[in-house]
């Protein structure tokens, strides 16, 4: 979906600052596929999603033949389409292994 013209905020109820990135992962039923969202989130925000998308993304059931990868942090780019985000993996090393 192409972001729309307003800024974009953060998904954390009350936060009320821009979003930066996207947690998303990849999910596909073998035919299709699309990022499934997780959160749009200010930098202070994204560890908090990050965490919390990955525990999400482990307990969710899946239809045989469907994959959801496990979420990663997409860089916002407006007007870009999902799949033409650059991916931050830097970024998810570091947070996860905050965390270990
Ligand atoms: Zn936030």
């Known amino acids: 979906m192409p972001m729309p013209p307003y800024p974009v905020l953060c998904t954390t109820p009350a936060c009320g600052r821009p979003a930066v990135y996207k947690v998303a992962a990849r999910w596909s039923d ?3 596929s699309e990022l499934k ?3 749009l989130s200010c930098p ?8 919390h998308s990955r525990h ?4 969710c059931r899946r ?3 469907e994959i959801l990868e ?4 997409y860089l916002l780019i ?3 389409r999902d799949r033409g985000l650059p991916r931050l993996e830097d970024l998810e090393r570091e947070l996860l292994s905050d965390r270990p």
């Open 30 to 32: 073998g035919i299709t």
């Open 37 to 39: 969202t997780y959160a």
């Open 44 to 51: 202070d925000c994204l560890s908090a999603w990050f965490h």
């Open 56 to 59: 999400e993304q482990a307990r």
């Open 63 to 65: 239809a045989p033949g």
């Open 70 to 73: 496990p979420p990663g942090i």
């Open 78 to 80: 407006r007007g870009e």
